[in-house]
Every structure is written in structure tokens, then in C-alpha cells.
């Protein structure tokens, strides 16, 4: 027999206690054995201070020490924390090839099991806020966390590798698409959309109210240019690398490049300064447009 602490009911089974809680004081067994084993107050999780859900069959009247297997595994409450070099048990082991293809297989398994749940998950904008929350927690929590990933990042792409060479290209290739996507660029996304040019009887895409405004200068002042050209420059960043840059406008008919400035960075001078040496060679005029066009 279990008896109600709250009327000293006398029911058959926890089963009968939980409907008679129900049905007889509106409350739900959770609440009531928080209120009777916890003194009323809610137990939380010992490692992230989250509230705990009940689990019935648990220990400690279904309630657990931790919220999850993780917060139950991570710092200090799990059985490898400070334990490094000679004093972890893993000290020594040397994974074998076999050890590796099994590891392999495992994971392309899960991906493929399970690939539209990460898929999902990976685009979420809570997954996607969660990742940046854990970042900058990681920056509150460890000094100089920031400071070191920035030389790391740093580091890596000053190197003069044949690795980084081909991560730069690769990098400033996919910006190049991701430009003429409409995906990036100045002040993207704000202020950027797609416009018929009448001129080439195409959508293209503004990267700017700056570049919008220039295009539709010249439609009223019926001066065919447009921003769907195959024009690409190569040029030394300010930075000291290798790379490309796009320019704005072209006229259709003659040969001229415009290029719409909000403000100059030093960078940008690395890009007319390229721009210019090109032009001298292949007979172009550049024209800087430096405010908006009214």
C-alpha cells in the first residue's frame, strides 16, 4: 500500500497513487514528489544547473543526478578528466589500419542512416545559434581562446604552402560564385536585389542600393552597361595574396570599367591599382563612381 501524503489516502500501487494525485488534487506525480521529497524545490542537473525531467524507474524518486549522458560525462564528471600523458589509461595505444577502417565505416554508416536528420539539424537556426553561443562561450570561459584561434587562423593562411595556395584559390573561387549568386557583397543582404537590365534584357543581381542606383543612372541616361561580364583581375591582396577580383560594371559598347566605391579600403586600392595596370594594357578606361547617383 503507498499512502497520499497529502490526505493519508491509502492507495493499492504508485500507479493508484499518481491517478488518485490526479484526479483528487489536480496535481501531477512529478510535482508532488518534488513537493514531498525535494522539500519542494525542483532538483537541477549537477553539472549544468538545467532542471531535471523525471524518468520514471530512476533512482532518487526517477529524478538523476544529470540531464543528459554528456553533462553526465563532461569535466570533472568524467572518469579521463586530468588525466594526461602516462596517467591516462589510452597512453601508448596506437590505432591500427584495421582500427581506422572500422572507424571509417562506422562513420559513413551513421551518415548514411541518419544523413537527413544531421542535414536538418545542420541548418536549423537553433543549431546554428547554438554553435555561436558555444563559441563565445569558450572565449569567456578561456583566456586568450580568441586571441589564439586568430593566430592560428592567422598562421595558416600566411603560410606560402601548396596547401594554402590551393585554399586560397579555392576560397576566392567560391566567393566569385557566391558574388555572382547574389549571395555575398557589399552590405549583403541588405539592400540588394535583382533587377531587369534593359540593356541586356537579363536579371542581375545589385550587390548594393549603390550599385542600383549607377544602374539605373544609365538606364535613364540610356548608357548600356552591365554586371554579367567575364571580366577577372588577379591581384596581390593587401594582405600579400594572390587574389581575384570582379569588377562591378562594364560598358557594353565601349570599353570601359566601372567600379562603385561607398568607401575605400586598403585592399581596394590593391584592386584599382591592378585594375589600372590592366587597363593600360588592354585599352580600357576606369571610371571610380564615389557617391551615390542621384
Known amino acids: 500500500m503507498v499512502t497520499c501524503k497529502e490526505c493519508n489516502y491509502e492507495c493499492s500501487a504508485h500507479n ?3 491517478f488518485h494525485l490526479r484526479s483528487a488534487h ?3 506525480y512529478d510535482v508532488y514528489v518534488v513537493k514531498h521529497e525535494f522539500n519542494g524545490v525542483w532538483p537541477t542537473c549537477k553539472n549544468c544547473q538545467e532542471p531535471l525531467k ?15 549522458k554528456s553533462c553526465g560525462s563532461s569535466g570533472k564528471n568524467n572518469g579521463m578528466f586530468g588525466k594526461k600523458g602516462g596517467d591516462s589509461p589510452n597512453y601508448g595505444k596506437v590505432r591500427t589500419d584495421e582500427h581506422k577502417r572500422n572507424y571509417s565505416l ?7 542512416d541518419y544523413r537527413e536528420s544531421y542535414e536538418t539539424t545542420y541548418k536549423s537556426n537553433e543549431y546554428r545559434e547554438m554553435q555561436a553561443n558555444a563559441q563565445y562561450r569558450s572565449y569567456e570561459t578561456k583566456p586568450g581562446q580568441r586571441e589564439k584561434r586568430k ?3 592567422n598562421r595558416f593562411w600566411s603560410a606560402d604552402t ?44 545589385m550587390h548594393s ?9 544609365c538606364i535613364k541616361e540610356q548608357y548600356p552597361v552591365t554586371k554579367v561580364h567575364e571580366l577577372r583581375i588577379q591581384y596581390i591582396g593587401s594582405d600579400g595574396h594572390d587574389r581575384t577580383y570582379v569588377p562591378d560594371f562594364i560598358g557594353i559598347e ?14 581596394d586600392k590593391c584592386k584599382l591599382n591592378a585594375l589600372r595596370i590592366w587597363a593600360e594594357k588592354n585599352q580600357f578606361e576606369i571610371v571610380l563612381i564615389e557617391s551615390l547617383i542621384t
Open 16 to 18: 493508484g497513487l499518481s
Open 151 to 153: 593566430v592560428s587562423v
Open 26 to 28: 489536480k496535481m501531477k
Open 106 to 112: 562506422a562513420a559513413r554508416k551513421r551518415w548514411v
Open 254 to 267: 565601349e570599353n570601359v570599367v566601372f567600379e562603385v566605391k561607398g568607401h575605400m579600403t586598403e585592399n
Open 209 to 217: 542600393s549603390w550599385e542600383l542606383a549607377f544602374l539605373e543612372k
Open 54 to 68: 523525471r524518468k520514471p524507474g530512476s533512482v532518487n524518486n526517477g529524478f538523476s543526478q544529470f540531464c543528459s
Open 162 to 205: 601548396e596547401e594554402t595556395r590551393i585554399a586560397r584559390k579555392n576560397a576566392s573561387e567560391h566567393a566569385i560564385k557566391l558574388l555572382n549568386e547574389g549571395k555575398i557583397g557589399p552590405q549583403a543582404p541588405f539592400k540588394t536585389q535583382w533587377i531587369t537590365n534593359p540593356f541586356t534584357g537579363k536579371e542581375e543581381y
